[in-house]
């Protein structure tokens, strides 16, 4: 097979056994699924920041506004790292930390709804200490095949880790 780009014994350039288009097109689907998490979020809630604004918190809790950017680079990083660990290895022996990433990202999306939406925030709690380790056992899946996608997923897990710190702290609060 001609191809133009030079292949090693485990697959295309680069060491990846997909193509350059498939490459592109997981990329592309990996960062769906994260707009899909974050558009949940944002429909489950819509007015989240005006309920952020009359809740009581924490002296320590970040202002509304620090959400949204915070999430934006988080969500790309989150989706990087999925496509580092998808591209390196024939689906076989990423299936299962790639699974876990799922399940993390359903996680993800169900905060919101319950946090702001439902005003469940006990469940809310609950449910991100669910959210945390998943984001723990899918960094310890994806560091056995790829350090850098590991090293992408430690922002997120020091935020949800703040997050769940807060949420907690608004739950007792309120």
């Known amino acids: 097979m001609t191809t133009g780009t030079a292949r090693s014994n ?13 490459q592109a097109g997981g990329l592309v689907v990996s960062l769906l699924a994260v707009l899909v998490v974050a558009t ?43 496509w580092l660990v998808w591209r390196g290895e024939p689906w076989r022996a990423v299936r299962t930390p790639i699974a876990w990433h799922v399940v993390a990202l359903v996680l993800n999306a169900a905060w919101t709804p319950l946090f702001f939406g439902a005003e469940l925030r006990g469940a809310a709690f609950a449910e991100i200490l669910a959210l945390i380790a998943a984001i723990a056992v899918t960094f310890t ?18 935020w949800t880790l703040f997050a769940a710190a807060l949420t907690f702290a608004v739950w007792t609060m309120n």
């Open 10 to 22: 485990s697959g295309w350039a680069h060491g990846s056994p997909y193509s350059p288009w498939a």
């Open 40 to 82: 949940i979020g944002n429909l489950a809630a819509m007015s989240s920041g005006e309920q952020y604004d009359r809740l009581d918190t924490p002296a320590w809790a970040p202002p509304g506004w620090l959400f949204g950017p915070v999430w934006t680079v988080l969500y790309l990083l989150i989706a990087v790292s999925a």
């Open 141 to 158: 899946l994806f560091l056995r095949h790829n350090r850098v996608a590991a090293a992408l997923l430690i922002p997120y897990l020091a």
